[in-house]
């Protein structure tokens, strides 16, 4: 696997690889990577001839009092993880080489972006948006892999391809991949790495209070007080304040009052010893 770090250097060893044709895969990260990367590489290895992932921590997605500069660092690892993997191109911009001296642009998605981490996090779609918008183009990949953990964002990325009209990838070709989760049900994060041991435990009543919370609510349960309870127990179980336990529209993430046919999703952020988790889950059968 090669390692690139300017944009000159991405496009020869792109065209090297595209110059036995085949389909490219890219799969973006911030790197830190766990299983979780490893099963969007894997899936990309299985569904296309040419893996690509990019490691780049993109400040603007980060706000002012946020962990931009603890966030985890580890290139070399994770190259080594990526190359065990199969996977053939790895690129690895620095700061400078993302956003050059005069770099003015800003890709915003309205309404998808605007609640839930959008409403705790302003301006974070924004850069996420922004900076996948040039990962796209710069690697022109046939297709994209994201994980639902992040699942706004993979919303927030998908109505960006669709409003675009972008062609690599089609906003079709935007493929989520179910999260992974550690054998006690956390969702498997970057950020858990943060967690003191006892918060780490007491972490996962997360995911048990969200299955609970599901199983009320596709039993006909009224939705406001189930998701009442449901932030008392995250809060009882350990963690300091819930920024949102909502059911939303699998699409439009518009929070629903009702379960129709639709698929939902229920989706929550918390915080527990200064750390902030999300997750979420599917309602109503939605893979
Ligand atoms: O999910 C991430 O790791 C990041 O938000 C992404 C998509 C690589 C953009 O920086």
Redesign the pocket.
């Known amino acids: 696997m090669q390692t690139v770090k300017s944009l000159q250097m991405l496009r020869t060893a792109l065209a090297q690889l595209r110059a036995n044709g085949g389909s490219v895969a890219l799969v973006?990260?911030?790197?830190a990577l766990h299983e979780g990367?490893l099963t969007l590489v894997r899936r990309a290895r299985a569904d296309a001839d040419h893996v690509v992932a990019?490691?780049?921590?993109?400040p603007r997605?980060f706000g002012a009092n946020e962990d931009l500069d603890a966030y985890p660092r580890q290139l070399a690892k994770d190259a080594a993880m990526l190359e065990a993997e199969g996977c053939a191109l790895l690129w690895a911009p620095d700061v400078a080489a993302m956003y050059p001296a005069g770099f003015a642009t800003n890709v915003s998605v309205a309404g998808v972006s605007d609640g839930l981490c959008g409403a705790a996090r302003p301006g974070h779609f924004d850069?996420?948006a922004t900076?996948?918008c040039k990962?796209f183009n710069q690697v022109a990949p046939d297709m994209a892999f994201?994980?639902e953990?992040?699942f706004q964002?993979l919303a927030v990325?998908r109505t960006m391809a669709r409003d675009l009209d972008l062609t690599f990838p089609h906003a079709d070709a935007i493929i989520g991949v179910p999260t992974v989760r550690e054998p006690d049900g956390l969702a498997m994060s970057?950020r858990n790495r943060y967690l003191a041991p006892d918060d780490r435990a007491a972490a996962a009543a997360l995911p048990r209070a969200m299955q609970s919370a599901i199983a009320a609510i596709e039993s006909g349960a009224d939705i406001a007080t189930v998701l009442t309870d449901l932030e008392a127990k995250i809060i009882a179980s350990g963690f300091t304040s819930v920024d949102y336990a909502v059911l939303a529209d699998s699409r439009s993430l518009a929070p629903l009052m009702s379960l129709n046919a639709q698929p939902a999703r229920l989706l929550v952020a918390a915080r527990i010893g200064g750390t902030r988790l999300i997750d979420n889950m599917a309602v109503n059968d939605d893979p």
């Open positions: 973006p990260t911030m790197g990367h990019s490691i780049f921590v993109n997605q850069g996420v900076v996948v990962l994201f994980g953990k992040d964002q990325i970057s």
